[in-house]
């Protein structure tokens, strides 16, 4: 599928985007008269919810975590708490190659793995980069004579010395980490936004289409594939599934979620995260956009119309259910969640019974008298007991995971629309102009 064919879905997806120190930070057009008021903040902001004012919030210790393999950070997409130093520099800033442009957006976040960060610019060009020196090991082009140029997004991921990557011209690719060699080439039925997941041998992609396919990852073959509702437009990127316990959990942009066994795709449960209960504009567009996660037999997923949800894993069951709209990944740490709302709030939920333990406002404007520039916040993760959060506005931002306080933000000089990976005691960032940027 030549983007041609999916450029409406690109174009609303961007414009919706475009719309919508402690420890180591350092702290003319025309107007229509009247009062502009975000469409998002119809809804009503979240509040603490009383009944768990008193709950005190306890985190797991942190722990070392050498690798960031896949988007998520694992094939469950659970970290709890990284360990990182409270005192950060940046080490290093090197050039992935070509950035974010006018219709193509970076949206592949880094993977770490075995001393190499692994790397997809706009045009799907993949760099290995040593992370000591942030020198660059390789570069591979996966774009064939006939593809189209424009073509963007995808992702990748890691698995025992061997990439895993997703385009937008279509292709899965297979590489050898070190070298940068192909080793296969698989064709699949659409463009795909959303990077591999990958656990056990097996490659999961989703295209645009909706549909989920999984692969050999030794040979690419085919195993088996599931379609889900097929829809004429979505948000910009896409969610990689969720895999645990011999299930994967794969969401699409029509708001549905499945449950599937990972050797031969049966379906075990499904479910449906879109809402009627927004009153803007854009809850039709139900997509899942956020990974959802796996942890401890639960299953947390978020929808940006306005609904979030913990599903027991093996019943499909849900646990709770909350009028909560978001485009990033829930944090799951301990027993608590962390996640970033359509509102531009960054809340601390209880694990069990979603229940609001304190809410952080965050700006949702660059000039707030004049509601111009709106700011993208991603993220967040929880690492050396801060929480971090990235904005489209070039800052990034440290908040107490106890009690939502900010704790202080660094300015990186670049817009940012990614959320940060911590590994190795690195924290890393990808700016909209293609730099990677490591601070330890």
Same mark, same amino acid.
């Given at each position: ?8 879905? %690109? ?79 940046? %080490? ?22 075995d001393g190499r960060a692994f ?7 993949? *760099? ?95 195993l088996w594939s599931h379609a ?54 854009? *809850? ?16 947390? %997923? ?58 952080? #406002? ?7 008298? #004049? ?33 939502g306080k900010v704790l202080g ?32």
């Amino acid at each position: 599928m030549r983007l041609s064919s999916i450029h409406k879905v %690109a174009i609303v997806a961007m414009t919706l985007f475009i719309g919508g120190c402690g420890y180591f930070f350092s702290e003319e057009e025309a107007r229509i008269p009247g009062e502009r008021i975000a469409v998002l903040r119809l809804e009503r902001s979240l509040e603490p919810d009383r009944r768990v004012a008193d709950l005190q919030v306890r985190l797991p210790r942190p722990t070392a975590k050498p690798s960031w393999p896949q988007a998520g950070g694992s094939s469950a997409h659970v970290q709890h708490h990284i360990a990182l130093p409270a005192t950060l520099r940046e %080490a290093w800033r090197t050039n992935i190659g070509e950035g974010s442009e006018s219709t193509m957006r970076l949206l592949a976040t880094p993977v770490i793995g075995d001393g190499r960060a692994f790397v997809m610019d706009v045009e799907s060009q993949i *760099s290995a980069i040593n992370t000591a020196t942030g020198d660059v090991l390789w570069e591979y082009d996966p774009r064939v004579p006939d593809d189209d140029d424009e073509a963007f997004g995808g992702g990748i991921a890691y698995e025992n010395g061997v990439l895993y990557v997703s385009t937008g011209f279509a292709d899965v690719v297979s590489l050898d980490a070190e070298t940068g060699k192909e080793r296969w080439r698989k064709r699949m039925s659409g463009p795909m936004r959303a990077a591999p997941a990958v656990a056990d041998g097996r490659v999961f992609v989703v295209t645009i289409d909706n549909q989920l396919f999984a692969l050999n990852g030794e040979t690419g073959e085919r195993l088996w594939s599931h379609a889900g509702i097929s829809e004429i437009a979505g948000l910009l990127g896409g969610a990689s599934p969720a895999i645990a316990a011999g299930t994967v959990v794969v969401p699409y942009s029509s708001g549905e979620i499945f449950s599937l066994r990972v050797e031969n795709g049966r379906p075990l449960w499904s479910d449906n995260l879109s809402s009627s209960q927004r009153l803007d504009a854009l *809850s039709t567009l139900a997509d899942i956009r956020g990974m959802p996660v796996i942890d401890r037999g639960t299953v947390y %997923a978020v929808s940006h119309s306005g609904r979030m949800a913990a599903i027991d894993l093996r019943s499909g069951t849900r646990a709770w259910e909350k009028p909560i709209g978001g485009v990033e990944m829930p944090w799951v740490a301990g027993e608590f969640i962390y996640l970033l709302t359509n509102e531009s709030q960054l809340v601390c939920l209880t694990r069990r019974g979603g229940r609001v333990r304190w809410v952080r #406002d965050l700006p949702q404007f660059e000039e707030p008298d #004049d509601r111009d520039d709106p700011i993208k916040w991603s993220g967040p993760a929880l690492a050396g007991d801060r929480l971090i959060i990235t904005g489209s506005h070039g800052e990034a931002w440290s908040v107490s995971p106890y009690t939502g306080k900010v704790l202080g933000r660094i300015d990186l000089s670049e817009e940012i629309f990614l959320p940060p990976v911590v590994a190795d005691g690195t924290l890393y960032f990808l700016t909209e102009d293609g730099d990677l940027i490591a601070m330890r």
